[in-house]
């Protein structure tokens, strides 16, 4: 690693929790404050979108959304995207906003898992069947209040473009629920190297921290709907290759050209 790599790394980790601290405290003096406030979901959804473009910009990860940005709902989404690097979580939040299902360890991460856990994140244990249960229920309260659930149903990270089979557990929290189920697919540049593989997150947080940047282009596909008694197995598969259309979208040379998109 070079002295400009290992500058870079060691500024970008800092900087990362320093960020991330702060805004997390700010915020939560805040919403302690204003508990019973009406509008306490969409100042929790503002706040988290400030919190990953604060963090992409950092990392200087640009951002090129395909056709604008995604219509707001009113009524819930399930946003459901292939899975490749830490990056996608900040891309999706600062997209969609909404809450993130992820692992369950998580929120016991330093710094990060504060943040977690103030942006409302459901967290699984993957492991655990209960867990699964409620995590499934939580996600029903949600996308029953119009809220957005942004999940990774592949169940972890994989480098290329390969769309893997989704989990269709995660579906089950859709069914007989008039929701939109947002395809969405995201693809990095060609060698930028920011894959999610067999490492710590604090080892892959240091290895994006030290490459110059990134860029990651983000298609999201018209909405799907699960009719109602559909097994979640068949909306799964649905809604895998929709994401699968997405990425190849996102990956076609018009995209990385640069034509028809919206930086963020």
């Given amino acids: 690693m070079t002295v400009v790599q290992s500058v870079r790394r060691a500024g970008r980790v800092a900087g990362f929790a320093a960020v991330t ?25 503002r706040w988290t979108r400030r919190w990953a473009s604060a963090l992409l910009a950092m990392f200087s990860i640009e951002v090129e959304l395909l056709d604008g940005a995604p219509a707001p709902s009113r009524r819930g989404r399930l946003v459901v995207a292939n899975h490749r690097s830490a990056i996608d979580i900040g891309v999706l939040l600062r997209t969609f906003g909404g809450f993130m299902v992820s ?48 999940i990774f149903p592949e169940g972890t990270t994989f480098s290329g473009d390969e769309v893997r089979p989704f989990h269709p557990g995660a579906f089950l929290a859709a069914g007989r629920l008039d929701v939109d189920i947002v395809p969405v697919g995201l693809a990095y540049a060609a060698g930028s190297d920011v894959a999610f593989r067999d490492e710590t997150f604090g080892q892959h947080l240091s290895r994006v921290a030290a490459s110059p940047g990134t860029r990651v282009v983000v298609s999201v596909g018209a909405p799907l709907h699960a009719p109602n008694g559909a097994r979640p197995a068949v909306v799964a598969e649905a809604a895998r290759a929709a994401v699968e259309a997405e990425v190849k979208r996102a990956r076609s040379r018009d995209a990385f050209a640069g034509s028809h998109h919206v930086t963020v």
């Fill in 21 to 45: 601290a702060a805004m997390t405290a700010a915020y939560s003096v805040r919403d302690e404050l204003t508990k019973t406030s009406p509008d306490r979901d969409s100042r929790r959804d």
């Fill in 103 to 150: 692992r369950g360890d998580l929120s016991g991460w330093p710094v990060v898992g504060a943040a977690a856990t103030r942006a409302g994140t459901i967290f699984v244990d993957r492991a655990d069947k209960q867990s699964g249960a409620a995590v499934i229920r939580q996600m029903r309260e949600q996308l029953a209040r119009g809220q957005t659930v942004c």
